[in-house]
């Protein structure tokens, strides 16, 4: 297994702000996910976040909005650009550690954007 | 258009007696099956999963069902124990489980009742 932790918890922001969110994680792996949990909904893969390469994003997501960097293979950031009240969700990273398919999670960050 | 689907938002379960949850999938590309738990302000936690080419897997008082031609899969908690309460989630993935992120359901809400 992998201990992940994020900052931050959660927040409350203004529209139009960006947030940064931190994903850190106890031993190197080769994959890192971030996913969206909206409020009654089910859990939504924004990007796949690939170390040396840019993320590749699922349908509906664009770098411009959710920029992701992945330095290392134990550390990776999503930023929420321009947010606006939408954007309010929980925000899960996760991590599948090689030659085990499950996914492992962070705590989430809830973000409110007011 | 959900391709992972929990029907029942909640269910409640007395103290001892079974708790069955379930799932229905409509991607017949998806060959793995993952059940998670997830507490209030927690990420969500592994449970067990389940290949395509098997049909049941357990492990102590949980055993997933798989059921490919009606496309339906099921999670068996046998006894029920407070403890349990929690909202439980339905995830497959459709890369043999690596390498990709996965397809989440809305999520069933158990209650176990003393």
């Known amino acids: 297994s992998a201990v992940i932790s994020q900052k931050p918890s959660r927040d409350i922001c203004q529209r139009g702000t960006s947030l940064t969110i931190q994903c850190q994680v106890d031993?190197?792996?080769?994959?890192m996910f971030w996913y969206r949990q909206q409020p009654g909904q089910s859990l939504t893969l924004i990007a796949t976040?690939?170390?040396?390469?840019?993320?590749?994003?699922e349908s509906g997501f664009v770098i411009d909005k959710f920029p992701i960097s992945r330095p290392n293979l134990t550390f990776s950031t999503l930023t929420v650009s321009n947010m606006s009240p939408e954007d309010s969700s929980i925000y899960l990273c996760?991590?599948?550690?090689?030659?085990?398919?499950?996914?492992?999670f962070g705590p989430g960050t809830r973000l409110t954007v007011t | 258009d959900q391709q992972v689907k929990q029907n029942s938002p909640s269910l409640s379960v007395q103290e001892g007696r079974i708790s069955i949850l379930n799932c229905d999938y409509t991607?017949?590309?998806?060959?793995?099956f993952l059940w998670y738990k997830k507490y209030p302000a927690e990420g969500p936690t592994f449970l067990i999963s389940?290949?395509?080419?098997?049909d049941k897997n357990e492990d102590g008082r949980f055993t997933v069902f798989l059921n490919k031609s009606a496309k339906h899969l099921s999670l068996h908690i046998v006894p029920s124990q407070p403890g349990d309460s929690a909202v439980y989630f339905c995830?497959?993935?459709?890369?043999?489980?690596?390498?990709?992120?996965?397809?989440f359901g809305k999520g069933t809400h158990l209650i176990i009742q003393p």
């Open positions: 976040a690939n170390q040396g390469s840019e993320a590749t994003y």
């Open positions: 389940i290949s395509s080419i098997k």
């Open positions: 996760s991590v599948e550690v090689q030659a085990i398919t499950e996914q492992y």
């Open positions: 995830a497959a993935s459709a890369t043999g489980g690596g390498a990709d992120g996965l397809t």
């Open positions: 991607n017949s590309m998806f060959d793995y």
């Open positions: 031993s190197q792996v080769t994959m």
